[in-house]
């Protein structure tokens, strides 16, 4: 943070605070937390879990503090000790070495990375080559290419990758996206593709997720008469970042990714008097009231949520966990 605090002796300046609804906790990113919470109290400290379980440091170092250990791969992992793997999947090879090593082991994939799963597997068994529209070393991407063998999925990550795709002989074509993208991003790449390939076929039902389709609906709006934009979010959260994407071009004049309050630049907010607010599905509300709090030390605050539809999904635990 910088510049100092307004005189105790000057009403401090009006600041209109929008807050975008729904932000913040998706199913799928609650579920992963409420796994590993549950495992720590059904089975004792520690718990493994395999990669961040969600994408924000702060719900990672809490679940730390619970007793969660978390590593990179599954030979860190002691045999007596349970493993979760995280929110965005893992390739076919993690639990089967689960299983030949005999680890009990917690599933935590969102429902909805797994439906792109079983998607490009039923795609796979019908011949089709995948086209997995994605950002290349995301574990979400990393984990689909990881249910097919070695060359049956191209990833595309641009329109302009989409244009120098080749198809690998004569298979009949099929695609599939990571569930965090950009929506018009995507838009523009399955356009490309669809122009060339007219036979592309659309998914059962869209990839990307419902939570990254509402947040980024609800930045629009939110984007429309804020003059600064902040998302609360880690920057390796993909639909964090997608969302200060999507507030710039649907024309914030300025938009800001920051995990917490503490890491507010005041000179964002000058010459400011609408301020944004949103979260992406990994950031925890607690955060969010954190930067309001921040901004209350500083302005006259007047909060305002604008409209939008709430969210009621709900996903069910691993069995090994209610009964």
């Not at 302009?160 to 099929?174: H, I, K, N, S, T």
């Not at 000179?267 to 008097?273: F, I």
Request: aromatic share 4%; net charge negative; glycine share 6%.
């Amino acid at each position: 943070m910088n510049a100092l605090a307004p005189s105790p002796d000057i009403a401090p300046r009006p600041l209109t605070v929008r807050m975008a609804t729904p932000r913040g906790f998706c199913a799928g990113v609650d579920r992963a937390i409420q796994i590993v919470e549950r495992a720590i109290e059904k089975f004792g400290a520690p718990v493994y879990v395999r990669h961040e379980i969600v994408h924000n440091k702060h719900v990672v170092d809490r679940l730390k503090g619970l007793g969660a250990v978390f590593v990179k791969e599954l030979d860190e992992c002691p045999d007596d000790r349970p493993v979760v793997f995280s929110a965005h999947g893992v390739p076919k090879s993690v639990p089967a070495t689960a299983r030949a090593r005999e680890l009990l082991f917690l599933d935590a994939t969102c429902p909805l990375v797994s439906k792109v799963h079983v998607e490009a597997e039923r795609h796979h068994a019908n011949g089709r080559h995948i086209i997995l529209i994605g950002h290349a070393g995301h574990p979400e991407v990393v984990g689909t290419l990881g249910q097919l063998p070695e060359g049956a999925i191209s990833l595309v990550e641009t329109v302009e990758d989409a244009e120098a795709f080749q198809r690998p002989g004569d298979q009949p074509l099929a695609y599939a996206t990571q569930t965090t993208l950009s929506l018009d991003d995507t838009a523009e790449i399955v356009a490309a593709l669809k122009r060339r390939f007219p036979e592309l076929p659309d998914p059962h039902k869209e990839d990307i997720c419902y939570a990254t389709t509402n947040r980024q609906e609800a930045v629009k709006q939110l984007a429309n008469g804020s003059d600064l934009v902040l998302v609360v979010g880690s920057k390796n959260s993909s639909n964090s970042v997608r969302l200060v994407e999507v507030a710039l071009r649907a024309g914030a004049r300025d938009a800001r990714l920051l995990d917490d309050a503490s890491q507010l630049d005041w000179t964002w907010l000058e010459g400011v008097s609408t301020v944004g607010i949103t979260a992406g599905a990994s950031a925890p509300e607690p955060l969010v009231q954190g930067v309001i709090d921040a901004l209350r030390g500083r302005f006259d605050v007047t909060v305002a949520d604008d409209p939008g539809e709430p969210e009621t999904v709900t996903f069910k635990l691993p069995r090994a966990l209610t009964v």
